[in-house]
């Protein structure tokens, strides 16, 4: 079994930045996809950001230039970075991981930003 646990959200004031982290444990595939999603307050979840295990990636026009995402050279923790936050980027912030017919999500992890 896989499991992915995000870690890393905060209260941060507008202009800051975060670090969220996805940790993926167990029997991990070699091939794979991992990616962000976020899920503002009374809106749908919405896709952020992937990593292929190709080490490839694309993430969302609305967040091209702020977010990046990575990951680590053990390549069992893909991270999203977030600069230059904005209130709009409230929310809860999902890790979700691929591969065949797995498809498991983290709990997420909650990033608020207010001044």
């Known amino acids: 079994q896989v499991q992915v646990v995000e870690s890393g959200g905060g209260l941060v004031q507008p202009g800051g930045s975060l670090r969220l982290s996805c940790a993926a444990s167990?029997?991990?595939?070699?091939?794979?996809?991992m990616a962000w999603y976020r899920q503002a307050p009374g809106k749908h979840r919405d896709w952020v950001a992937t990593?292929?295990?190709?080490?490839?990636?694309t993430s969302a026009d609305s967040v091209k230039g702020r977010f990046t995402i990575s990951r680590s050279n053990a390549k069992n923790t893909v991270y999203l970075q977030i600069n230059n936050l904005k209130p709009e980027d409230t929310a809860v912030y999902y890790c979700?991981?691929?591969?065949?017919?797995?498809?498991?999500w983290g709990q997420g992890t909650q990033d608020a930003v207010s001044s």
């Open positions: 990593m292929i295990s190709t080490d490839a990636t």
């Open positions: 167990g029997r991990i595939s070699v091939t794979y996809v």
């Open positions: 979700n991981y691929v591969s065949g017919l797995t498809n498991i």
